[in-house]
C-alpha cells in the first residue's frame, strides 16, 4: 500500500484528487490534512467512504502538527492547501503569505525529515503574470515569474521555496502550473459557482471591468488527472503548465451560465474592475501533452452543464455557505454596487 499526504484535501481541488485517486487505484491510502478554514468543508468528502482516507484537522504552518501526521513510508506529499482567491489578498496579503509561503516550507522540511519519495506542488498559471489581449502568446514552463497579485505573489514564492529545497537539500520536486478550474464542490466566491448560485437567485451577476478578461477553463478532474500524471512520471525539478485549450472571455461565460438556466441577460451587472486585474490566461500544455500523455477528456459544454446540474442538484450545499460568514464576505466586496443576496 503506498501512503500519500494530501494538504487541503476538503477544499474545491484537494477533494476532488483524493476521490479520483482513491477511485482508481487499490493500493494507495491518504492522509488528508486540512485546516478547515472557511473554503475548506467536509461536505465535499460525505461520499469519500474508505478506509484508506483518514482525515486530520491541521495547519501547514504548524511544524509539530504537520510532523505528527506524515505517516512514516510516505510516497508523496500533494501540496493543495493554500489561500486561493485573488479578490481576499488585494483586501489582505497576510494569510495568503503565510499558508502559501511558510506553510509550503514546513511541509518541504517534513518531506526532509520523513524521507518522503516526492513533493507535489500545485501551483498556478497566475504566477506567470497576465498576457496581452488577443495576442499569439501562451504561457509556458519558460515564461518567466511576473505576479501580479499578492496571491499569484505567495505562489510563486513558494515555488522558489521549492526550488531551493531542490537545489540545497535534494527533496525531490515537481510543479504543477494549471489555469482556470470549475467543476462541482467550488466554493461560490470563484467566477462560475457566484454566477451560477446568483443566476438560480435571480441575483444579480457583477461583471469586473469591460467583461473581456481571458481565462482558459479547465474540467476539475480533468487537472488531477494531470496532477497524477506529473507525479508518477514527471522529471523531478521540473514545472508542467496545465490547460485544456479553453480560453473564454468571462463575459461569454456568464452569458453560457444565463443561457443554460434560462435566465435573462439583465441580470449581468458590470461593476468597478479588480485592482491590477489580469487580462489573459492561455497556457500551452504541449509539454504535459507530449512527455506525460494527459489529455483533458472533459468538453467545456458537457463540462459546464455538469456543473451547472450540480449547483442545482446541491443547493443545501450553497444555502449553508451563503447562509455563513460568506454573506459579510459578500456584503463587503460587492455591496456598495449591488443589492446584497
Ligand atoms: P480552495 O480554497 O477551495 O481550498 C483550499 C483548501 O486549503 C481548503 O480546504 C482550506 O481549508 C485548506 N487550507 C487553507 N489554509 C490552510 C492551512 N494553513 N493549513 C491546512 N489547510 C489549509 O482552493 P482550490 O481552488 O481547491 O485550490 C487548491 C490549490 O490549487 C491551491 O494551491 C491553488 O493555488 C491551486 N490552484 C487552483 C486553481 C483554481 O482554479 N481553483 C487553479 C490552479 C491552481
Ligand atoms: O488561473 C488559476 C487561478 O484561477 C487560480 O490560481 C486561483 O486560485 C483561482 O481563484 C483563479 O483565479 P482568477 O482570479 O482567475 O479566478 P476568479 O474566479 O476569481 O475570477 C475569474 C475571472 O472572473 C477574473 O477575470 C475575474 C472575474 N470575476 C470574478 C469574480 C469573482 C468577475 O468578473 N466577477 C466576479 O465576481
Not at 485517486?21 to 473554503?39: G, H, K, P, R
Not at 525531490?172 to 489555469?179: A, F, P, Q, S, W
Not at 485592482?275 to 492561455?282: I, N, Q, V
Request: glycine fraction near 6%; hydrophobic fraction near 40%; proline fraction near 4%.
Amino acid at each position: 500500500m503506498k501512503k500519500f499526504f494530501v494538504t487541503g484535501g476538503a477544499g474545491f481541488i484537494g477533494s476532488a484528487f483524493v476521490r479520483l485517486v482513491l477511485e482508481e487505484n487499490e493500493d494507495i491510502s491518504i492522509v488528508d490534512f486540512d485546516a478547515l478554514t472557511y473554503a475548506g468543508n467536509l461536505e465535499n468528502l460525505k461520499d469519500v467512504d474508505d478506509a484508506r482516507h483518514t482525515f486530520i484537522r491541521g495547519d501547514i504552518c504548524d511544524r509539530d502538527s504537520v510532523l505528527n501526521a506524515v505517516p512514516d513510508g510516505c510516497d508523496a506529499i500533494f501540496n493543495f492547501a493554500a489561500e486561493s482567491h485573488v479578490d481576499r489578498s488585494i483586501h489582505s496579503a497576510d494569510e495568503f503569505l503565510r499558508t502559501n509561503i511558510i506553510g509550503t516550507q514546513v511541509l518541504l522540511d517534513a518531506a526532509r525529515a520523513k524521507n518522503v519519495r516526492r513533493f507535489v506542488q500545485i501551483s498556478t498559471d497566475e504566477v506567470m503574470g497576465s498576457l496581452p489581449d488577443e495576442s499569439d502568446d501562451y504561457f509556458t514552463e519558460d515564461s518567466p515569474l511576473q505576479p501580479n497579485s499578492p496571491y499569484a505573489a505567495s505562489k510563486a514564492a513558494a515555488e522558489f521555496v521549492l526550488r531551493a529545497a531542490r537545489e540545497t537539500f535534494g527533496v525531490d520536486t515537481v510543479t504543477t502550473r494549471c489555469g482556470n478550474n470549475y467543476g462541482p464542490r467550488q466554493f461560490p466566491e470563484k467566477l462560475i459557482p457566484l454566477m451560477i448560485a446568483n443566476a438560480i437567485n435571480d441575483d444579480p451577476l457583477p461583471v469586473y471591468g469591460d467583461g473581456k478578461n481571458v481565462r482558459d477553463w479547465i474540467f476539475v478532474d480533468d487537472h488531477c488527472r494531470a496532477i497524477w500524471k506529473v507525479y508518477e512520471n514527471g522529471r523531478s525539478g521540473e514545472a508542467y503548465n496545465i490547460g485544456a485549450r479553453n480560453e473564454k472571455y468571462n463575459i461569454d461565460v456568464v452569458k453560457s451560465i444565463l443561457d443554460a438556466l434560462g435566465k435573462p441577460h439583465d441580470l449581468i451587472a458590470f461593476v468597478t474592475d479588480r485592482l491590477g486585474h489580469d487580462r489573459r490566461y492561455a497556457i500551452d500544455p504541449a509539454k504535459v501533452e507530449d512527455e506525460l500523455g494527459w489529455k483533458p477528456q472533459m468538453t467545456w459544454e458537457n463540462g459546464l452543464q455538469s456543473t451547472i446540474d450540480w449547483y442545482l442538484n446541491n443547493q443545501a450545499w450553497v444555502d449553508n455557505i451563503r447562509n455563513g460568514e460568506y454573506r459579510n464576505y459578500y456584503k463587503a466586496m460587492y455591496g456598495a454596487e449591488l443589492k446584497a443576496t
